[in-house]
């Protein structure tokens, strides 16, 4: 428990999985903010969301999982100093921190790390609140991909792609 009412992240451990997928499951079946099949299985999304490169965290209110992210390397190669990160919310967590604080570990962990900067490869577009969150944490739009996105309601909608220089920077 926390007592406090702060927000604690932490890795993810196997006991984690469960509440994982109870956010990620509502996100992935709507299909209209990740690049993942509506009716993928626990199993194979949780397969995904735990695959290397990344490393998974948790972020717990008074001792509930209510958020979870993965971070980890871009490309590999000459591009391995970009990191690059999901995060998922679960529904009860709006307007409660979560986010932003996922948001803002990643940085500081990707930045421990030694990754000089971090990517969003394929933002929806129509996701207005996290390009809301992710400018606000000091992401820019560095791309467009027109149509990218093949969205569930409103058909082809564009993606971004965001990028966020970490060297300058204090933690």
């Known amino acids: 428990m926390n007592p406090g009412g702060s927000v604690v992240i932490r890795p993810a451990g196997p006991g984690d999985r469960a509440a994982i997928w109870q956010i990620l499951e509502p996100v992935y079946r709507a299909g ?8 993928i299985t626990a199993e194979d999304a949780l397969a995904d969301w735990f695959a290397p490169p ?32 999901s995060f998922a919310t679960h529904p ?18 990707a930045r421990a790390q030694g990754f000089r900067a971090m990517q969003f490869n394929f933002v929806v577009s129509t996701n207005a609140d996290a390009v809301h969150s992710w400018q606000k944490a000091g992401f820019r739009i560095v791309g467009r991909l027109p149509g990218a996105f093949r969205h569930p309601r409103l058909g082809y909608v564009d993606a971004l792609v965001m990028f966020h220089d970490l060297t300058g920077e204090t933690p």
């Open 32 to 39: 209209e903010t990740y690049c993942i099949p509506p009716d």
């Open 54 to 85: 990344f490393t998974v965290f948790v972020a717990e209110l008074d001792g509930r999982v209510l958020g979870t992210s993965h971070v980890g390397r871009n490309r590999p190669g000459p591009a391995s100093h970009v990191a690059n990160a």
């Open 92 to 109: 009860d967590a709006r307007g409660r921190g979560i986010a932003a604080r996922l948001v803002a570990h990643a940085k500081d962990w």
